[in-house]
Structures are given as C-alpha cells and as structure tokens.
C-alpha cells in the first residue's frame, strides 16, 4: 500500500518545484551574463625586437590582440615604456593628436593597436609594452599586457660599422665555400687522373704482354717455315748427287 507522501500530490508542491527550476535558470543565466559562466581571457602578441636609425623620424610599433569571453564593454589599449629611468605609463590621455611625441591609433573590432613615437631620439631606445584591458570586467584574465617590443635606437656610425661587420662576415664565408670547393674539384681531379693513370699503366702493361707473345708466336713461326723449306732442299742435293754419279759411271 503506497504512503501518504507518495498519494498526495498538491498544487502548492507542483507551485514550489516549478519556483526552483525557474529561479535556477534565473541564476544560470545571471552568471552567465556577469561572466560567471565564462572566464573572459585577453591575448596579446607584440613583435620582440624593433632597430631603427636616429634619422629615420618615426617608428611605429605594432600591437595585435584577442579576446574569449569578455562581453562588458570594450577594450583599452595601454602602453607602458622600461627604459633606463623608472618605468613610464604612457599616453594616459589617449595620444590621438599628431603633434606629440607619442600617437596611438586603435582598431579594436580588428584586433590591432599601434603605437607611434615621433622625432625618434637615442635616448628613445627601451622596451614598449603593449596593454589590453575591459575596465568593466573584475575577472583577471581580462587584463593582459604583451611580453613587448625592444627599440634600439642607432647612429648611422653604428649602423654603418654593423654592415662593414656583416659584408666582412659574409665575405669571409664566401671566401672559405669557394676555398672548400676548389680543394673538392682538385682532389676529385687528382683522384680521377691516379684513376686514368692505373687504367693507363694497366693497359699498357696487357699491351705489353700482348706484343711480347706476339713476338714469341712470330718467332715460332718463321723457326717452323725455315725447317720446312730446308727439308726438300736437302732431298733434292741427294738426288742431283745420285743422279750425277750415274752419269759419270762408264
């Protein structure tokens, strides 16, 4: 027999059940939107190493990004330089006018950010890095800063005695594969002609061997023809003898 809780099946409890799931959903989707649900994650990449020379006039430094998760607001770009001094922050105001010494220009729906630094100076030489932020968004992966761009700044002295450097460099190089390739074609030279030589000495010698039998055979030859030409010659002296003393007997 089934128990009373089993039996009883009211419309307040129906009511509370059907409270709950909805409430759960409610919460559900709550977090979702906060980004409770999703951790929102900031890629940032930068280029590592960046030389210019002091005449150039300006360099622009390049900062690209990506995001997962992150859907309050939308994103800042920071930019931050490590020189020699203390760290700086730069272009708090923003830098879009063209006449300072920084200029920043944001696409942020392509993923692109740059930096520009204008009257390029030695004493600009340092590490740049680039920031992405949701200001709106508490989680910690929504806040991230690339691994920055070193830009070294030269004089053209500098930048001339590094191409001396590399034309040497390179000359030198040029210089050792010609070396090994002439050393290679002399020593395959020098094998081929003991090669030739070998076949050369050989050839000669079967030619040797040859002329020396055919000499022997030569020899054996005439040898053999002049006994045969002396036999019927000495058959036909005994004849003329014999028929000579017939003739002179009475």
């Known amino acids: ?120 100076a030695l004493n600009d030489s340092a590490v740049y890095i680039c920031g992405i932020a949701f200001p709106t968004s508490k989680q910690p992966g929504a806040k991230r800063t690339g691994e920055g761009t070193t830009l070294v700044v030269r004089e053209m002295k500098e930048l001339h005695r590094l191409h001396s450097l590399l034309v040497a460099i390179l000359s030198l190089l040029s210089i050792y594969i010609i070396g090994a390739l002439v050393i290679f074609i002399i020593l395959s030279k020098s094998k081929s002609n003991s090669l030739r030589n070998k076949e050369t000495e050989d050839s000669q010698k079967k030619k040797s061997a040859r002329r020396i039998f055919q000499e022997i055979a030569q020899e054996l030859y005439s040898k053999r023809h002049v006994e045969r030409r002396q036999q019927p010659e000495k058959g036909n002296t005994y004849e003329n003898r014999r028929v000579l003393s017939n003739y002179e007997r009475p």
């Open 1 to 120: 027999m089934p128990s009373a809780h089993h039996r009883m099946h009211t419309p307040e409890m129906e009511t509370v059940t059907g409270g709950r799931i909805i409430l759960s959903l409610e919460i559900g989707l709550i977090l979702f939107y906060v980004g409770a649900a999703h951790d929102c994650t900031v890629l940032v990449q930068q280029r590592p190493y960046l030389e210019v020379a002091h005449t150039q006039g300006a360099v622009t430094i390049q900062c690209s990004f990506s995001y997962n998760g992150c859907i309050s607001g939308q994103p800042k770009s920071l930019w931050f330089r490590y020189g020699a001094d203390q760290p700086e922050n730069l272009c708090s105001d923003g830098c879009t006018g063209d006449a300072g010494k920084f200029t920043v220009k944001e696409a942020l729906t392509e993923g692109e950010v740059s930096l520009t630094i204008n009257r390029v």
